[in-house]
Protein backbone atom coordinates (compact mmCIF):
# COMPACT_ATOMS: atom_id res chain seq x y z
CA UNK A 1 0.00 0.00 0.00
CA UNK A 2 1.22 3.59 -0.48
CA UNK A 3 0.97 6.15 2.00
CA UNK A 4 2.16 9.71 1.03
CA UNK A 5 3.09 12.75 3.39
CA UNK A 6 3.03 16.19 1.67
CA UNK A 7 4.76 19.54 3.39
CA UNK A 8 5.65 22.78 2.82
CA UNK A 9 2.35 24.45 2.02
CA UNK A 10 1.81 27.67 3.69
CA UNK A 11 0.43 31.66 2.92
CA UNK A 12 3.64 33.60 1.06
CA UNK A 13 2.59 36.92 -1.03
CA UNK A 14 2.62 36.99 -4.76
CA UNK A 15 5.63 36.57 -6.95
CA UNK A 16 6.91 34.63 -3.81
CA UNK A 17 7.78 30.86 -4.09
CA UNK A 18 7.55 27.62 -2.08
CA UNK A 19 8.56 24.09 -2.19
CA UNK A 20 6.30 21.13 -1.25
CA UNK A 21 7.24 17.90 -0.80
CA UNK A 22 5.86 14.58 -0.76
CA UNK A 23 7.31 11.30 0.68
CA UNK A 24 6.11 8.26 -0.53
CA UNK A 25 6.06 5.34 1.19
CA UNK A 26 5.55 1.91 -0.83
CA UNK A 27 6.34 1.70 -4.87
CA UNK A 28 4.49 3.83 -7.12
CA UNK A 29 5.56 4.50 -10.93
CA UNK A 30 4.47 7.72 -11.50
CA UNK A 31 3.77 11.04 -8.42
CA UNK A 32 1.59 13.93 -9.38
CA UNK A 33 0.70 17.03 -7.76
CA UNK A 34 -2.55 18.31 -8.08
CA UNK A 35 -4.25 20.79 -6.90
CA UNK A 36 -7.96 22.01 -5.94
CA UNK A 37 -9.06 25.44 -5.14
CA UNK A 38 -12.33 26.17 -3.59
CA UNK A 39 -15.13 25.57 -5.86
CA UNK A 40 -13.23 24.26 -8.33
CA UNK A 41 -12.23 20.92 -9.92
CA UNK A 42 -9.34 19.48 -8.50
CA UNK A 43 -6.66 19.59 -11.54
CA UNK A 44 -3.32 18.20 -12.06
CA UNK A 45 -0.29 20.96 -11.66
CA UNK A 46 2.57 18.64 -12.41
CA UNK A 47 3.20 14.91 -12.77
CA UNK A 48 6.67 12.91 -13.10
CA UNK A 49 7.38 8.99 -13.35
CA UNK A 50 9.63 7.56 -10.80
CA UNK A 51 12.20 7.29 -12.68
CA UNK A 52 12.41 10.79 -13.15
CA UNK A 53 11.65 10.51 -16.86
CA UNK A 54 8.24 11.87 -18.62
CA UNK A 55 7.53 15.10 -16.46
CA UNK A 56 4.25 17.22 -17.37
CA UNK A 57 4.04 21.16 -15.94
CA UNK A 58 -0.09 22.07 -16.28
CA UNK A 59 0.43 25.05 -18.83
CA UNK A 60 -0.64 27.42 -16.17
CA UNK A 61 2.45 26.57 -14.06
CA UNK A 62 5.05 26.22 -17.07
CA UNK A 63 7.99 28.44 -16.63
CA UNK A 64 6.86 28.75 -12.73
CA UNK A 65 6.43 25.21 -11.40
CA UNK A 66 9.20 22.45 -11.63
CA UNK A 67 8.28 19.20 -9.91
CA UNK A 68 11.87 16.45 -9.57
CA UNK A 69 12.39 13.65 -7.85
CA UNK A 70 15.13 11.54 -5.67
CA UNK A 71 15.34 8.19 -4.38
CA UNK A 72 13.45 6.49 -7.30
CA UNK A 73 10.35 8.54 -6.99
CA UNK A 74 10.69 8.43 -2.74
CA UNK A 75 10.81 12.05 -2.22
CA UNK A 76 8.78 14.32 -5.09
CA UNK A 77 9.18 17.73 -4.85
CA UNK A 78 7.10 20.83 -6.26
CA UNK A 79 9.25 24.06 -6.48
CA UNK A 80 6.89 26.86 -6.90
CA UNK A 81 8.29 30.19 -7.70
CA UNK A 82 6.49 33.65 -9.04
CA UNK A 83 3.25 32.57 -6.81
CA UNK A 84 0.23 34.57 -8.46
CA UNK A 85 -3.24 34.55 -5.89
CA UNK A 86 -4.76 31.90 -8.48
CA UNK A 87 -2.68 29.55 -7.53
CA UNK A 88 -3.97 29.74 -3.99
CA UNK A 89 -5.54 25.92 -3.48
CA UNK A 90 -5.19 22.74 -1.47
CA UNK A 91 -2.65 20.60 -3.40
CA UNK A 92 -2.18 17.11 -3.07
CA UNK A 93 0.23 14.80 -4.09
CA UNK A 94 -0.96 11.57 -5.98
CA UNK A 95 0.54 7.65 -6.59
CA UNK A 96 0.15 4.60 -7.77
CA UNK A 97 -0.83 5.26 -11.11
CA UNK A 98 -3.46 2.98 -13.52
CA UNK A 99 -1.45 2.57 -16.56
CA UNK A 100 -4.38 2.26 -18.27
CA UNK A 101 -5.93 5.17 -17.08
CA UNK A 102 -5.30 9.42 -18.27
CA UNK A 103 -1.97 10.41 -16.64
CA UNK A 104 -3.68 13.78 -15.57
CA UNK A 105 -7.44 12.59 -14.32
CA UNK A 106 -7.00 11.86 -10.46
CA UNK A 107 -9.85 9.11 -10.72
CA UNK A 108 -6.21 7.11 -12.31
CA UNK A 109 -4.61 7.67 -8.94
CA UNK A 110 -5.24 4.89 -6.22
CA UNK A 111 -3.26 6.52 -3.22
CA UNK A 112 -3.56 10.60 -2.36
CA UNK A 113 -2.28 12.55 0.92
CA UNK A 114 -3.56 14.24 3.03
CA UNK A 115 -3.03 17.75 1.24
CA UNK A 116 -1.33 20.60 1.76
CA UNK A 117 -2.41 24.64 2.03
CA UNK A 118 -0.98 27.15 -0.25
CA UNK A 119 -2.42 30.86 0.02
CA UNK A 120 -0.61 33.69 -2.11
CA UNK A 121 -1.76 37.23 -1.21
CA UNK A 122 -1.45 39.81 -3.94
Known amino acids: QVRLRESGGGSVQARGSLRLSCEVS?????VGWFRQARGQEREAVAI????????FVNLSAMGRFTISQINAGKNVYLHMSRLEPEDTAKYYC??????????????????WGQGTQVTVSA
Open 94 to 111: AADFDEMGHILSQASYRA
Open 26 to 30: GYTNV
Open 48 to 55: IRSDGGHT
